[in-house]
């Protein structure tokens, strides 16, 4: 009991490293274009880290991360010296990085060190493939999907500032599509809905499934009727416009960011609980375990990585706040997307891209390409050394056990 005990206070202090080795994504670019100060910016992103709590309650990316490491391949008293071992990696390999101000993924240090003790403990058949390739897939496919939609985003917001109908009819459109994709997804099912609010209305809002989605589709509502008469604007009040809608668009890079990377420690301590025989499955997951999670990832945000920080939102390219509104949009819809879908992607990955996405806008020589080739080397390395680092763990505590 005191071993699981030391493990998941060792995973909450990971989460809390990942709160503050993180906090740079939620708020690079709210501190670079000077819409909030370091220390407002951090207290912003820490409340709306903590409000994913009541927003993700499938847990989806908790199970995909639970089950990096097949448990009957390996010896059940080894189970926990896995667990442990891939949490001091992990926990290693961030402290380093965040020392260096290198924007690593928490997301991938944490399953590369699960999966590299879990091959020192039961060989290669015991790391569950598909999720190691999904998770390793989303290395490339995570920023690339960032830029893409920062790309877009910014297209549409510089096509809005021109005269004519061509804006208004590119935004109704946006709206349609953002219409139908709300019928399309929202859960009106009365048998799934939740069942503690009296009112059918209230279940439909309440309802997390629901509720995610319904929180980016007014995002991007917001935004579709602001470009309506964004052309109207000079460029002094445009700007000032676009500070504010900052403020939205980092919060909900925030929840983002909360509902995806706290799913990571939660999937960890749920496979301690089973390792030690507390609970038999994930679906029996303790309420306390999401709301610990939640709580560390907000805290450790509210701590700040300034160093990181510096790398995000100025040496990749200098953002503004129209390009920041882009970025924060995108990223949290790839987010939201990737939560939706069970897969553990790094925030860190998908806030560069969506970065690199508005730079692009520009020019392609806007972008810093040589700090980026070197944020994506650490990248590449994060899993292979962090999977490296664990086993070696594995193997010295094994040694007094």
Not at 283 to 293: I, K, N, Q, S
């Amino acid at each position: 009991m005191t071993f699981l005990i030391v493990i998941i206070a060792l995973a909450l202090v990971f989460d809390y490293i990942n709160g503050f080795h993180d906090a740079a994504n939620s708020i690079a670019t709210v501190v670079s274009t000077k819409v909030l100060t370091p220390f407002q910016a951090v207290l912003w992103a820490a409340l709306f880290n903590f409000a994913a709590f009541f927003i993700f309650k499938d847990h989806g990316v908790a199970d995909t991360v639970a089950k990096t490491v097949k448990p009957e391949n390996v010896e059940s008293a080894s189970m926990l010296t896995v667990v442990f071992a891939g949490l001091i990696a992990a926990i290693a390999w961030n402290l380093f990085t965040w020392w260096f101000g290198i924007p690593s993924s928490s997301s991938h240090t944490l399953i590369g060190g699960f999966a590299g003790a879990g091959i020192a403990a039961g060989g290669i058949d015991a790391v569950n493939a598909p999720v190691i390739l999904k998770t390793a897939s989303f290395i490339l496919l995570a920023p690339f999907v960032g830029m893409l939609f920062a790309f877009i985003i910014s297209l549409w917001f510089i096509f809005s500032f021109k005269k004519g109908a061509g804006p208004k009819v590119l935004s109704l459109i946006i709206l349609t599509g953002v219409a139908w994709f709300l019928y399309a997804n929202l859960e009106t099912n009365p048998e799934k809905l939740a069942t503690h609010y009296e009112s059918y209305a209230m279940k439909v809002i309440f309802y997390s499934k629901n509720f995610k989605w319904i929180l980016l589709s007014i995002i991007l509502v917001v935004l579709a009727l602001f470009t309506f008469w964004l052309n109207t604007l000079n460029a002094a009040r445009a700007n000032a416009w676009f500070k504010k809608l900052q403020l939205v668009s980092s919060a909900a890079f925030s929840i983002g960011h909360g509902g995806n990377d706290a799913q990571k420690v939660m999937g960890i301590i749920t496979a301690a609980l089973i390792a030690h025989g507390s609970i038999s499955s994930f679906e029996e997951m303790p309420t306390w375990v999401p709301l610990a999670c939640y709580a560390a990832i907000g805290l450790g945000t509210m701590s700040g990585g300034w160093k990181i920080v510096k790398t995000m939102g100025t040496r990749i390219t200098k953002v503004t706040p129209f390009e920041g509104v882009a970025a924060e949009t995108a990223g949290a819809i790839t987010l939201f997307t990737t939560e939706a879908l069970k897969i553990p992607v790094s925030t860190t990955h998908t806030i560069t891209g969506a970065i690199i996405g508005v730079g692009a806008t520009k020019r392609l020589s806007a972008v810093r390409w040589g700090v980026t080739i070197n944020l994506l080397w650490a990248w590449i390395l994060t899993i292979p050394v962090s999977a490296l680092l664990a086993a070696g763990v594995f193997y010295i505590v094994k040694l007094f056990l």
